[in-house]
């Protein structure tokens, strides 16, 4: 089954608020000269390219995109024609990254849009709203004319997912100042901002702020905790007989800090373990794993396969890069497999071993590693996931070594990831990991901090006798 590719959108005209003296100035060959360099990068080295769409549809929106280009470009306008076909992989670890003068005159000298945003089930509300503190909670209508949905349907067209994944943007635009920054790369929606909210008579004027102000006004009046060294956490309710689990990133020393819980869980002769992974971004591979494998009933595979294209990579900009050796091997379908990982082959449950009831909580801000430890918990039917969809695909991900390459006239980097990740699991889905128990919020819910994963977690497991 194939992801539909959504037809390729004319690169946006700048608007007049974007110093255009910060941009590279590309003749329409030399566009399309980048447009190519990506082609060949993608088609070289990508293992996924084809993973979501076969090679009939990728070749189609390339070529349609090198024949859109018949006039001069900026490299935003390359940018945001080269974040589409990218995007158009449906992997959420590839991506185009502006040039650096860009990124710099977009920090420096171009206010953003100044709210914080939560993006909830495609509709934009205000959060944390900065210097219109009134606005905090209510649904954003338009920005600039531009209808909230267009918006977010243009940021999809640009931002990468996995599979056909619906809550990863979502997710993402609701972080910092991701959103704000969007409107500028990918709508061309500048300051001043005219923005109509839901129940207002009449559009209002926000002029924006610099990204710098934004983050410290920000992190002084809505602080965040602090995050610890171990990037995880237990606790324990009703006398020991519930454990909640917390892993905030799969770094760090966590493999003892594993071991360690588990042992207080054996110790509390728990009954229920509640696992929260929500937004956990993912990070190092055998971590995700180690922490299956201290409630698996059985011995597990992990991965069904993980592929390269080659083990010696040269890129269009110059750069080269190898595999180490002891990694991978070449297999007769002519690729190369990562048999050295840590995680190839059976792997066997780990002491302390829980045997009881699991629950694990989940969102769309879950990633990379933990959709990894998710599909396998999935596959194993090892807990009850309560939450909305994962940002991770249940078929696994592409990432592993990764390179960032530069097309040579706009400067635009393209994030190439080089191994194919497949999990074991039976299940064709191209979706996330879906829930067992869905779970919504309200803005207004959501802005007074209820955490309902956790109450419906708590009500389940205080089920168990």
Not at 220 to 236: A, C, E, L, M, V
Not at 278 to 284: E, K, P, S
Not at 300 to 316: I, T
Not at 358 to 368: A, R
Request: charged residues 25%; aromatic residues 8%; proline residues 6%.
């Amino acid at each position: 089954m194939s992801v539909m590719i959504v037809p390729l959108a004319l690169a946006l005209p700048l608007a007049d608020g974007f110093n255009e003296a910060a941009l590279q100035k590309l003749t329409a060959a030399e566009a399309r000269e980048d447009i190519k360099a990506l082609r060949t990068t993608l088609e070289k080295c990508h293992p996924g390219i084809y993973r979501y769409n076969p090679k009939s549809q990728m070749d189609r929106a390339f070529d349609e995109a090198e024949r859109s280009i018949r006039q001069p470009m900026t490299s935003v306008q390359v940018f945001r024609i080269a974040s589409k076909l990218v995007a158009d992989m449906h992997c959420v670890h590839s991506g185009a990254i502006l040039p650096e003068a860009v990124i710099t005159e977009i920090k420096t000298k171009t206010p953003l849009f100044p709210i914080h945003v939560k993006v909830l089930r495609g509709k934009v509300y205000a959060y944390h709203a900065i210097g219109c503190e009134q606005y905090a909670g209510k649904e954003i209508r338009s920005i600039n004319g531009m209808p909230a949905k267009s918006i977010m349907a243009q940021i999809n067209e640009m931002k990468g997912h996995d599979g056909d994944v619906r809550t990863s943007t979502d997710s993402r635009m609701s972080k910092g100042w991701a959103f704000s920054e969007h409107l500028i790369t990918c709508c061309g929606l500048y300051a001043p901002y005219r923005v109509e909210f839901a129940g207002s008579s009449a559009p209002v004027r926000l002029n924006g702020e610099l990204e710098p102000k934004l983050s410290a006004i920000e992190n002084t009046k809505y602080p965040t905790p602090k995050q610890g060294d171990i990037n995880g956490s237990i606790r324990f309710e009703d006398g020991g007989k519930i454990a909640i689990l917390k892993v905030i990133v799969f770094n760090g020393p966590l493999d003892k800090f594993f071991n360690e819980a588990f042992a207080k869980i054996a110790e509390n002769h728990s009954k229920a373990l509640i696992v929260d992974v929500r937004n956990n971004g993912g990070g190092a591979d055998a971590l995700g794993k180690d922490l299956f494998a201290h409630f698996a009933l059985k011995p597990f595979p992990y991965y069904r396969d993980l592929v390269l294209n080659d083990d010696h990579f040269e890129f269009v900009d110059g750069q080269k890069l190898d595999v180490p050796k002891g990694l991978i091997v070449k297999g007769k379908d002519g690729y190369f497999h990562a048999t050295g990982h840590p995680n190839w082959g059976t792997q066997q449950p780990q002491k302390p071993t829980f045997t009881g009831k699991v629950f694990v909580l989940i969102n769309g801000g879950c990633f990379s590693t933990t959709g990894e430890f998710l599909s396998t918990t999935y596959q194993q039917k090892r807990a009850t996931f309560i939450g909305e969809e994962s940002g991770a695909g249940l078929q696994g991900n592409n990432s592993g070594p990764t390179a960032e390459v530069t097309l040579p006239h706009s400067k635009v980097q393209v994030v190439v990831p080089l191994m194919r990740y497949e999990m074991a699991v039976t299940s064709k889905s191209i979706r996330g990991i879906m829930p067992d128990r869905p779970v919504t919020y309200t803005i207004q819910e959501f802005m007074s901090g209820r955490d309902k994963e956790m109450e419906v977690a708590l009500q389940l497991a205080r089920q168990i006798h």
